[in-house]
């Protein structure tokens, strides 16, 4: 599913919770982020995702 969102030109984040991450999810994400929290951050403050992407 990460594979299909990065090649349409989507973000794909992959999430760890502390209990690992699929190999496929890290291998297609644009971003591996570590907790839920710290996604939800990223994703509200647009400044972050700015600076984490490189725009």
Do not use: C, Q, W
Not at 6 to 31: P, S, W
Request: aromatic fraction near 6%; avoid cysteine; glycine fraction near 10%.
């Amino acid at each position: 599913m990460l594979e299909a969102a990065k090649k349409a030109g989507g973000l794909a984040v992959a999430v760890d919770n502390g209990e690992g991450v699929a190999y496929d999810a890290m291998v297609n994400a644009n971003l591996f982020i570590h907790g839920s929290p710290n996604a939800l951050e990223l994703l509200l403050d647009l400044n972050r995702l700015k600076a984490t992407l490189r725009f």
